[in-house]
């Protein structure tokens, strides 16, 4: 038996004319629908308020549309998510299960939320991008290509996570930091302000990366932050040595990785960068290697 009917009051979207819905049990005025394969006859499912759901869009189980929020295109609602606010779900985009998107959130693309994770303010998730379990994604926060946010992760403010990169743990990207390539982020870490972790680099356990540095190629950063690092300024630029890394200026790498650096490599950072590191090259390292020591 069906639950609800169309009613005469009708709007346009993009073209299309919309129904508010009408439940026949008790006869509740929910939102508006194209018709009625954007709302499942059989389900728990409900369109409530302003909310718009048209297109090829389809809300069923135990979803819940609300507020002005828009569902279009071929997104599909399910489970027991809550889309609502201003927030947009349109693409080929699906939210399942218990999610939330909110706020002036948009998830479209190929994009799926699921599990318990949330998307919010005016953070866009979309592409191939997952984002799971209990993650966040909120404020201007962008998630997109194939990258994957999961577990308790946060994405939030300005920052970017794209490509392949995956955020997980109890991981927080924030500021305007950004993570892409093949990069991970997790553990207890977090990047923040304009630092980038890039290529095929691993940031995890209790590591901070923060203001203009950037992590790439192979490198593994992973000391804890009761570690205090050394501080050297003074110099043409600021230099700190943590566990197994070496920060110069905005360029932050491993100790290995600093040490099979070529002239070329080196020279492409900045035209004073070969001379800098020909002059301190050994005894950075050597600190570097006196620090691990200490450490251990």
């Not at 389900?43 to 389809?58: F, K, L, R, T």
């Not at 991008?129 to 926060?141: K, L, M, Q, R, T």
């Not at 955020?167 to 305007?176: H, L, Q, T």
Request: with cysteine; net charge negative; charged share 20%.
């Amino acid at each position: 038996m069906k639950r609800y009917r169309l009613t005469n009051e009708i709007i346009q979207c993009d073209n299309i004319i919309l129904h508010r819905i009408q439940r026949i049990s008790d006869g509740a005025l929910g939102g508006f629908i194209a018709s009625e394969k954007n709302l499942d006859q059989f389900s728990n499912a409900w369109i409530y308020d302003n909310a718009h759901v048209y297109g090829d869009a389809h809300v069923s189980g135990n979803a819940s549309i609300s507020g002005n929020a828009h569902v279009y295109g071929d997104a599909h609602v399910s489970g027991s998510p809550r889309v609502y606010g201003d927030a947009h779900v349109f693409g080929d985009a699906r939210v399942y299960r218990d999610a939330r998107v909110y706020r002036d959130a948009w998830v479209y693309g190929n994009a799926r939320v699921y599990g318990d994770a949330y998307v919010s303010g005016d953070a866009w998730v979309y592409g191939d991008a997952h984002v799971s379990g209990n993650a966040s994604i909120f404020e201007d926060a962008h998630v997109s290509g194939d990258a994957r946010v999961y577990r308790d992760a946060c994405v939030f403010g300005d920052a970017w996570i794209y490509g392949d990169a995956h955020v997980s743990g109890n991981a927080c990207v924030y500021g305007n930091a950004c993570v892409y390539g093949n990069a991970h982020v997790s553990g207890d870490a977090r990047v923040y302000g304009g630092a980038c972790i890039r290529e095929n680099a691993r940031v995890f356990e209790d590591a901070r990366v923060y203001g203009d540095a950037h992590v790439s190629g192979n490198a593994v950063i992973k000391f804890s932050t009761n570690i205090t690092p050394i501080y050297i300024f003074g110099l043409a630029w600021s230099i700190t040595i943590g566990l197994d890394v070496i920060q110069i200026g905005c360029e932050f790498h491993s100790a290995n990785q600093w040490a099979s650096f070529s002239d070329d490599e080196i020279s492409a950072m900045d035209p004073g960068a070969l001379k800098f590191w020909k002059t301190n090259r050994d005894i950075l390292l050597r600190m570097s290697k006196n620090f691990r020591i200490s450490e251990t």
